[in-house]
């Protein structure tokens, strides 16, 4: 699995080929929490991403990757 920081508040996540889970949670010392605002499904077609499907409610509780790659774009926010 692999993360990239596109910015503060934004990640694209690759993941498959094994089990694994992605949490995020605000940096140590911040009293804040964390909230997933935006997740889609998609791909990157000659650099660009293309969203497949936008997912919500229990799909967003946990971000969970299987044996299948998959790629995903996720925007999150403090409050």
Known sequence: MAA???????FMT???REMSRIVFSAMMG???KVA?????????????????????GDE?????????P????VELYKY
């Open 60 to 68: 967003q509780m946990m971000i969970s990757f299987s044996d299948v």
């Open 14 to 16: 690759e993941g498959g």
């Open 4 to 10: 990239l920081n596109i910015n503060p508040a934004v």
């Open 30 to 32: 911040e009293n804040r």
């Open 36 to 56: 997933v605002l935006k997740l889609q499904d998609g791909k990157f077609e000659k650099g660009e991403w293309i969203p497949a499907r936008t997912l919500n």
């Open 70 to 73: 998959s790629c995903l774009y």
